[in-house]
């Protein structure tokens, strides 16, 4: 079986599968519904000081969700190429990611060791551990 992705000078050849590359074509939709994957996608940056934090997110929190949106955006385009360059690279990373932690919370995923419990006949925690493979072979690619 060869990896899922691999780096080649500055460009990552892709080497998914027609089924996997439509298993995972509709991970932005999947995204999108989950709205903010039930705060998952927010965190504090000042937890300790909740007028900085109020204050970070006024400066960059409508920023992070264009970047975010312009990522989901690049996605539809990566999904089906045979090569990326290393921003399209990335942006493909980072929605397999939000796609996991939108499963994780579907799942009630909420700490380390649920792989013992959960059951393999399901098809989203097969996704989510689809996913982790493909976004580790990411890395692995880009780093």
């Excluded at 000042?46 to 920023?63: K, T």
């Excluded at 799942?107 to 493979?133: K, N, R, T």
């Amino acid at each position: 079986m060869s990896v899922p992705f691999e780096r080649h000078g500055d460009s990552i050849k892709v080497r998914l599968s027609e089924p996997e590359r439509a298993a995972i074509s509709g991970l932005p939709a999947v995204i999108e519904e989950a709205g903010g994957a039930g705060g998952r996608f927010e965190y504090q940056v000042h937890p300790e000081d909740p007028a900085a934090d109020r204050r970070y997110q006024e400066l960059v929190g409508d920023h992070l969700g264009r970047l975010r949106a312009a990522d989901r955006e690049a996605f539809a385009g990566a999904v089906n190429a045979r090569s990326l360059d290393i921003e399209q690279a990335e942006a493909l990373m980072r929605v397999i990611g939000e796609g996991r932690i939108v499963l994780a919370m579907r799942l009630g995923i909420e700490a380390d060791g649920w792989e013992e419990s959960a059951s393999v006949e399901d098809p989203e925690v097969a996704m989510l551990h689809y996913l982790g493979y493909l976004q580790e072979s990411l890395v692995e690619a880009l780093y």
